[in-house]
């Protein structure tokens, strides 16, 4: 079955330190990538995705991702972190075949000012 | 704004009673998600459906049913609520592919 790993379950990191939080995911199949951000008390908002082409993806905030292949895994980045930035972060992997999303248990970034 | 709603915004009900949440897609989407989101266990898939069809289904209780319309909206029905069933149930929709969700406001249960 298909499934999303996120390793790291609570961050907390200083400002204008930089992050980077895993996700891995087990199928091996043609996938769609997605990170999404769930900031205090509102609804989950998509980052970035991945589909095709260049591995390395930008999204909004200064936020990007690199998708390698050989290693299943999708991490986010981001060179310098705001306390703005505290949030939970979710990624995501959508298996084209099967037309069905899965969503890493999530990773809690918290910002010390 | 996602352009995905969901109503009510905040339920407050007690238990063994029955509830309906209800969901409407963003234009033109046909595939609407249900998530359920507690403290103690993060965000759980529940079902999906595409144009009227369920599609997949996740951690989803007995007590618990969705269906899709023909006008795409869709409705969760939670009965025999427990205490446990308090959170947040959110509703999200996408064109698929690419399977990018577009996330609701959220319903806050709670159940006393």
């Known amino acids: 079955a298909q499934s999303v790993s996120q390793h790291n379950h609570h961050v907390i990191l200083s400002e204008a330190a930089s992050l980077e939080l895993g996700c891995n995911y087990s199928?091996?199949?043609?996938?769609?990538l997605f990170w999404y951000v769930q900031y205090p008390g509102q609804h989950l908002q998509l980052l970035l995705k991945?589909?095709?082409?260049?591995?390395l993806v930008k999204g909004i905030k200064g936020f990007e991702a690199e998708f390698i292949k050989s290693k299943f895994s999708f991490n986010l980045r981001k060179p310098s972190v705001q306390w703005s930035d505290t949030a939970e972060y979710f990624c995501?992997?959508?298996?084209?075949?099967?037309?069905?999303?899965?969503f890493g248990d999530g990773t809690t970034l918290t910002v010390k000012p | 704004d996602s352009g995905v709603t969901q109503t009510p915004k905040h339920l407050i009900t007690a238990t063994g009673q029955r509830v309906t949440l209800r969901c409407s897609p963003r234009?033109?989407?046909?595939?609407v998600y249900w998530y359920q989101q507690s403290l103690d266990q993060g965000l759980q898939f529940l079902i999906q459906?595409?144009?009227?069809?369920?599609?997949a289904k996740g951690n989803i209780l007995e007590r618990f049913s969705a269906q899709q319309f023909p006008d795409l909206h869709s409705e969760l029905n939670l009965s025999s609520l427990e205490l446990g069933d308090s959170a947040l149930y959110f509703c999200?929709?996408?064109?698929?592919?690419?399977?990018?969700?577009?996330f609701g406001p959220g319903t806050r249960l709670t159940v006393t």
């Open positions: 234009s033109g989407d046909l595939s």
């Open positions: 199928y091996g199949g043609t996938v769609n």
């Open positions: 459906y595409y144009n009227g069809e369920e599609r």
């Open positions: 999200a929709s996408s064109a698929s592919p690419p399977g990018e969700q577009y």
């Open positions: 991945y589909f095709s082409g260049d591995p």
């Open positions: 995501a992997v959508y298996n084209t075949n099967a037309g069905k999303s899965t």
